[in-house]
């Protein structure tokens, strides 16, 4: 592939009636009714295992649990159906699937914490989530309309981010919107706005961004008018965090910055630059934030407030439980992973999966979110504007970026900051955000693979195509007989 | 920007194989370093997840498990602990554990592979075995009079079956009840502090784990010694020791407290306990002698275990022959085990072999399939078996018509020896009295039961302290039940 490749010659964007071709590849919805059916049965039977493993018993109300997670799934399933035919069948159910598992290892350490039970509370933000899922399904026709709202994004995005400083920090951190009972972490939704942004600022300025400005040498600095404005929001953004110590949101924020930016002018400089400044940033912010180097000292040695006889720290706690869990784990619902206390059900969710399912299990989640994130860029390679691109793009970052410095914080790898593990951990804002993005994946794809008639770049005849665009669903069927 | 897609795509794809990459360091490379973590929890909470198996005398289980409900679910119960304390030891989630508890914790907790039937598959399924039972050779009945007899005074009993080397009884006094150490609460702290500060020191095992010097009791020894060396060769036949002995190379006099012992022959003294006599005899046997028959009883035996550690009881290697002739009557640096001096009793009740003495007979499941089986074993030839007979025979007089008649059993042929040990400065500490004894019953082959009770009776008036007096009507009590269990069966 060459950067100058357009999107006819991409995989999947195909003319030919070949196994890559739109029409052929494209509906598949039967497959996403089949995968959604073992991404539901899979939770349902962590939960009966969960009940057997602590009580010897199947849990009186498995059934009701699968009935609901399956009628959530339905009705999503039937939006997608409906509203985004082509779209990738394999997006839905791994949602599905993430969604389920943390609901059951949320179930299983309520067990752990009698007083206070995080599942069903869970179960209602997943309900939300998968609303608001159908809605942004439903009534968002076309990806390219959110270009226009890029500003307002931006702006709604800065508010968010800066609205928790008003409020009281929660456990040192200042992320948090507390309303009565209701509390809500904008910056989960302020994640997607400003990759909205990003999207909709670099499609429009991408050319001048990579190959206008001032030459010195080989290195070629982008016009600062249309660079500042980007490089500003970022500033801003990271600048919040670091008041904020929300020092996760932060290097998401980053690693998505440079990463669009990557993508979007093709030049590697950027990269560079962005991981000096990150190591930069890192230090300074290390060496001056006394919260920020206490999770670095815990990093380079997490066992030593055990040998200064304190006992264990969280991330000591943390490697406990992976190390308990081996190659295959303890089993569902027999584990210990309660003993890291204070966050287990939300940033630490990951060490119950580890601990209870095993190294296995670990790499199957870690699988499953490396297919969405795979499955979220094909959806922008698939695409040909360059705003849905980038879009899909930043998307699938925020997943991957995510995943890594959860994972990565929890395991040891890198210093941990508190983050939500998408879908699996305990938190609403978190749970409803990511079904947004999911929605917005569904509709990027659905684009992707359905490409819409009269646009050039040797898409298939407009006739082959029209029946799927009525949203026909026998006709569809007889449409997909019909190239073999 | 096909080309950059996919670049990044990778990037986040290369992101994620390294997670997976640590992931498994850390769950298989580090596992094992991590599950030893002296700070990790789960090692506790796996151990103290499930009942821990009993612990039976006599076919009854002295121990038992209360469900706490708490991280460290199942804590362990004791009935009659005070009283099995020296046996059992204690088993505590703060203080780990003791005696039988600690020697066969692997079998109580469940770990000891061979309580499965397919040990294999518990390994990869991480199942834990139910925890195994252990049982002691202990008979309730003589425990009990063992226990009751010292009645809170400071000392210590334990009986022998001769024949076969099985613990009895062995009890410490005064005792504890373990079951306060179990939890992990403020009140097992506050408890294990006041055990261990009390001026008593109930959590001292004084049948095995303190020695104290055996005074008058020791003179078997030296008697077998002397027999076997051939130094002796009439019990009856008159000795040429005079009284007061003096002390080869000093000044130093040793008076008698009995009367006669002037020359007198070997079964007298031992009889009445003569101190000049068995001095002379014992030095003049020698160094080689007496220090080789007393290493055959198992003193100066550092590895002596029953399972739990036993403290060596010593007898000096290099001593000057005042110094041996002191040591022979039981001063000086000799000291013993109450344990020990019971092997003295066992093996000239067994003429002259002495069986390795065991406390814990065999481990089985809780469903009662065998696990492990401790047997009889030889320990030592103590004496030859004409020595061994001999001095059964001075032993009965002792009880029949000597210093130790209150040890006498209708029905029963009792051999004994008194002792009254003086220690500390000058002597001046209160005495500890000594009797050793064994018994066999008219109907039986052999002797039923060895025993050495020790009285350290601070409250006495000095004067009254002595084997006869304080510690033979324990034996006496102890062996009267060991023979009635025994006919019983």
């Not at chain 1, 509390?183 to 909205?196: D, R, T, V, W, Y």
């Not at chain 1, 646009?455 to 005849?461: F, I, M, R, S, Y």
């Not at chain 2, 596992?31 to 039976?56: F, K, V, Y």
């Amino acid at each position: 592939m060459t950067a100058s490749a357009g999107p006819g010659t991409d995989p999947g964007t195909g003319t030919a009636a070949g196994p890559g071709a739109p029409v052929a590849a494209g509906r598949r919805r039967g497959v996403e009714l089949l995968l959604l059916t073992g991404a539901v049965l899979i939770p349902v039977y962590g939960y009966a295992s969960v009940g057997l493993a602590r009580g010897g018993a199947v849990p009186p109300d498995v059934l009701g649990y699968g009935a609901g997670l399956g009628t959530l799934a339905l009705l999503a399933h039937l939006a997608v159906r409906l509203r985004a035919p082509a779209a990738d069948p394999l997006i839905l159910p791994i949602a599905v699937l993430l969604n389920g598992l943390g609901l059951v290892l949320i179930y299983r350490l309520d067990l752990e914490t009698a007083e206070d039970a995080a599942a069903p509370a869970q179960l209602v933000w997943s309900t939300l989530g998968v609303g608001l899922f159908i809605v942004v399904v439903a009534l968002l026709p076309d990806h390219r309309l959110l270009a226009r709202y890029a500003y307002v994004s931006v702006v709604t995005a800065l508010a968010l981010m800066v609205a928790p400083v008003l409020f009281p920090p929660v456990n040192g951190a200042r992320i948090w919107i507390r309303v009565g009972d209701l509390s809500f972490q904008p910056g989960e939704f302020a994640k997607i706005l400003l990759a909205l942004f990003f999207a909709a600022y670099l499609a429009a300025n991408r050319r001048t961004l990579a190959f206008r400005g001032r030459g010195l040498r080989r290195f070629r600095l982008p016009p600062a008018r249309v660079l500042s404005p980007v490089v500003t929001v970022w500033l801003i953004s990271v600048g919040v965090l670091v008041l904020e110590r929300d020092l996760g949101s932060s290097l998401l924020f980053f690693g998505l910055f440079v990463l669009m930016l990557y993508v979007a002018t093709g030049r590697t400089g950027w990269i560079l630059a962005g991981l000096a400044l990150a190591a930069a940033g890192a230090y300074a912010v290390g060496t001056v934030e006394p919260h920020v180097h206490g999770r670095v000292d815990d990093w380079l040695d997490p066992f030593a407030s055990v040998r200064a006889g304190q006992g264990p720290g969280q991330l000591a706690q943390s490697l406990f439980s992976f190390g308990a869990g081996g190659l295959l784990g303890t089993g569902l619902g027999l584990g210990h992973s309660a003993l890291i206390g204070f966050a287990t059900k939300s940033d630490f969710i990951l060490a119950t999966a580890g601990e209870e399912l095993g190294l296995t299990g670990l790499t199957g989640i870690v699988l499953l979110y490396a297919l969405l994130v795979a499955r979220g860029f094909r959806a922008g390679l698939g695409l040909r504007d360059d705003f849905g691109r980038l879009l899909a793009v930043g998307l699938a970052s925020i997943v991957a970026l995510q995943v890594f410095v959860i994972t990565g914080g929890v395991t040891g790898l890198i210093p941990l900051t508190g983050m939500a593990m998408p879908f699996l951990a305990q938190g609403g804002s978190s749970t409803v955000a990511n079904w947004i993005i999911v929605a917005l994946l569904i509709r990027l794809s659905d684009a992707a693979r359905e490409p819409l008639p009269g646009e050039p770049g040797g898409d298939p005849p407009a006739e082959e195509r029209s029946p799927l665009l009525a949203g026909n669903l026998d006709e569809s069927r007889a449409d997909r007989r019909t190239p073999r | 920007m096909t080309r950059t897609i996919r670049r990044a795509a990778a990037l986040c794809l290369v992101l994620l194989a390294t997670l997976l990459v640590n992931a498994a360091r850390v769950q298989i490379v580090e596992s094992p370093a991590l599950d030893d973590n002296p700070a990790n929890r789960r090692g506790p909470i796996a151990r103290w997840a499930q009942p821990r198996g009993e612990i039976t005398a006599g076919g009854h289980t002295v121990t038992g498990s209360r469900d706490t409900r708490e991280q460290l679910r199942y804590e362990r119960t004791y009935t009659d602990g005070p009283m099995y304390a020296p046996v059992t030891g204690y088993a505590s989630q703060t203080y780990g554990t003791s005696l039988v508890e600690h020697a066969e914790d692997a079998a109580l907790s469940g770990a000891d592979p061979l309580l499965s039937a397919f040990p294999l598959w518990n390994d990869l399924s991480r199942s834990r075995r139910p925890g195994g039972r252990v049982h002691t050779t202990i008979e309730p009945a003589v425990q009990k009079a063992a226990f009751r007899g010292l009645a809170g005074r400071r000392g210590a009993v334990a009986a022998l079956q001769p024949s076969t080397g099985r613990v009895l009884a062995l009890v410490s006094s005064p005792s504890y009840d373990p079951g306060v150490l179990s939890g992990t609460g403020p009140a097992t702290v506050r408890a294990w502090t006041e055990l261990n500060a009390a001026d008593a020191e109930p959590m001292l095992n004084r049948a095995i784990r303190q020695t104290y010097p055996p005074g008058s009791a020791f003179k078997i020894v030296t008697a077998a010694a002397v027999l076997d060396a051939g130094l002796v060769r009439d019990v009856d036949a008159p000795t040429d020791t005079p009284d007061p002995y003096i002390l080869p190379g000093t000044r130093t006099r040793l008076p008698d407290a009995a009367e006669g012992c002037g020359g007198a022959s070997l079964a007298y003294a031992i009889q009445w306990s003569c101190n000049s006599v068995l001095a002379g005899l014992g030095a003049r046997a020698g160094l080689p002698a007496v220090l080789g028959t007393a290493e055959n009883f198992g003193f100066n035996d550092r590895s002596l275990r029953i399972p739990s550690p036993v403290a060596a009881s010593t007898f000096d290697r290099r001593m000057s022959v005042d110094q041996l002739a002191l040591s022979s009557i039981g001063q000086f640096n000799t000291t013993a085990t109450p344990l020990q001096m019971a092997m003295v009793s066992a093996a000239v009740a067994n003429g002259g072999t002495l069986k390795r003495p065991y406390l814990v007979d065999r481990v089985t499941t809780t469903a009662g399939r065998p696990v492990r089986r401790y047997h009889q074993s030889l320990y030592r030839r103590a004496m030859n078996p004409v020595t061994a007979q001999r001095l059964q025979r001075l032993m009965v007089r002792v009880v029949e018509d000597g210093t130790g008649r209150n040890a006498a059993i209708r029905g029963a042929r009792v051999g004994g020896k008194t002792g009254t040990a003086q220690h500390g400065p000058d002597n001046t500490g209160t005495p500890y009295a000594w009797f050793i004894a064994w018994a066999q019953a008219d109907d039986a082959v052999q002797p039923g039961v060895a025993v050495a009770v020790v009285v350290e009776d601070a409250e006495a008036v000095r004067g009254r302290i002595s084997g006869n007096g304080s510690a033979a009507p324990i034996a006496r009590a102890v062996m009267a039940a060991a023979l009635k269990t025994s006919r019983g069966r």
